[in-house]
Nanobody, 122 residues
Framework: VQLQASGGGSVQAGGSLSLSCQASGRTFRSYVMGWFRQAPGKEREFVAGIAWLGDSSKYADSMKGRFTISRDNAKDTVYLHIRKLKPEDTAVYYC????????????????WGKGTQVTVSS
């Protein structure tokens, strides 16, 4: 599976942004999908994960409330919607594929996509 994230950009604090991750390959719907982010000078951190059918999702505790993950298996795409953006959300956002939500949550990833930069100004 090859993953390509898009939708990043520069936004003002308080705004919203939707990221997309397009997957190639016919096995997309077999994978749990996740989003991670890496801020300057910090380690990559888990943001959210979503199960194969999109009927179950998990968020990092600090991400609950402002982040929403979803997927469209017909389009081989996973999304991350971020609202009420804060400067501390500035990071490179990566999508990833794994075999279970818990493995994705723990960073046990089968495939990583290239990131997309999100910059939030105050």
């Amino acid at each position: 599976v090859q993953l390509q994230a898009s939708g990043g950009g520069s936004v003002q604090a308080g705004g919203s942004l939707s990221l997309s991750c397009q997957a190639s390959g016919r096995t997309f719907r077999s994978y749990v999908m996740g989003w991670f982010r890496q801020a300057p000078g910090k380690e990559r951190e888990f943001v959210a994960g979503i199960a194969w059918l999109g009927d179950s999702s998990k968020y990092a505790d600090s991400m609950k409330g402002r982040f929403t993950i979803s997927r469209d298996n017909a389009k081989d795409t996973v999304y991350l919607h971020i609202r009420k953006l804060k400067p501390e959300d500035t990071a490179v956002y990566y999508c990833a594929a794994g075999t279970s939500i818990w493995e994705v949550r723990n960073g046990e990833i089968n495939y990583w996509g290239k990131g997309t930069q999100v910059t939030v100004s105050s």
